[in-house]
């Protein structure tokens, strides 16, 4: 879905600055991306590490309760990056192409390209 939404053009992956610019399609499929990451795999990983807790507690608790924490912090910091991806991205990548309409591009594509990498 990410490549559907960079126009199924790699290059942009290594040049930021031509994303914001991408239009108002791509600026949709980025957020759908983000939201189909986030609840797809890091919230699933969420459940993952409970069900595993529950199996793996009763033979060694330390153990299985430290990988839990690691896999639900993992999953919720990564989770709020995918999450802010499908909220921001969308709105700077539609405030570039306003502002690009009007003839004052501006600083729009350096805050996405901070926000990408």
Do not use: K
């Not at 991306?33 to 793996?56: I, N, S, T």
């Not at 969308?90 to 805050?111: I, K, P, W």
């Amino acid at each position: 879905m990410f490549l559907a939404a960079f126009q199924f053009r790699l290059y942009m992956f290594l040049e930021q600055t031509l994303i914001p610019g991408s239009g108002a399609i791509p600026a949709q499929l980025l957020r759908w991306a983000a939201v189909l990451d986030l609840f797809g795999y890091y919230l699933a990983m969420a459940v993952l590490a409970y069900v595993l807790w529950r199996q793996l507690r009763p033979r060694n608790p330390l153990v299985a309760d430290l990988s839990t924490l690691a896999a639900v912090g993992y999953g919720l910091a990564l989770g709020l990056g995918a999450a802010l991806l499908a909220m921001v991205a969308r709105m700077l990548m539609h405030n570039y192409t306003d502002t690009a309409v009007a003839g004052q591009v501006g600083s729009s594509g350096s805050c996405l390209t901070i926000g990408f990498r």
